[in-house]
């Protein structure tokens, strides 16, 4: 029998042998600690790359520069992963809510449009999170 126990920052694992797991993430380097929460699996990280590719890339760039062809009519511009400064401007968890609730989410442009299929599939949200912290060169929390 398999019992699992959530409480804020804690997850108790209990089976017959009455082992306990804590799995409380530490803060990432944004201050963020429910982001690094979700376990990234290599599925998600495909997911992620195939999502990435068809819907990200139309405005953000295959190479996330913010120079996607979508890009061209959009004001403001999409950022530039690739910059360290825009980097430093964002949360972990700011980067998963916009990806699935949109720019207007966190008081980013409302041209981003939300994922609200991904709602329901954290480890492909933490794996386009970690995309994007990797397109700018940071590494990530896990």
């Not at 790359?49 to 009519?73: M, N, T, V």
Request: hydrophobic share 35%; aromatic share 4%; glycine share 10%.
């Amino acid at each position: 029998m398999l019992l699992v126990v959530l409480t804020p920052g804690l997850i108790v694992v209990g089976c017959s042998s009455h082992k306990q797991t804590d799995t409380s993430a530490s803060p990432n380097k944004s201050g963020s600690s429910s982001a690094s929460a979700v376990m990234i699996t290599p599925e998600a990280r495909q997911r992620a790359k195939e999502i990435f590719s068809f819907r990200c890339a139309a405005c953000h760039g295959l190479q996330g520069r913010g120079d996607g062809p979508g890009a061209a009519r959009l004001s403001p511009k999409p950022p530039n992963f690739n910059d360290s400064s825009w980097q430093q401007t964002i949360t972990d968890d700011e980067i998963e809510k916009v990806i699935v609730y949109g720019g207007a989410a966190v008081g980013k442009s409302p041209a981003m449009p939300a994922n609200t299929d991904l709602q329901n599939d954290p480890a492909v949200v933490a794996a386009l999170r970690e995309m994007i912290r990797q397109l700018g060169g940071r590494s990530t929390a896990k």
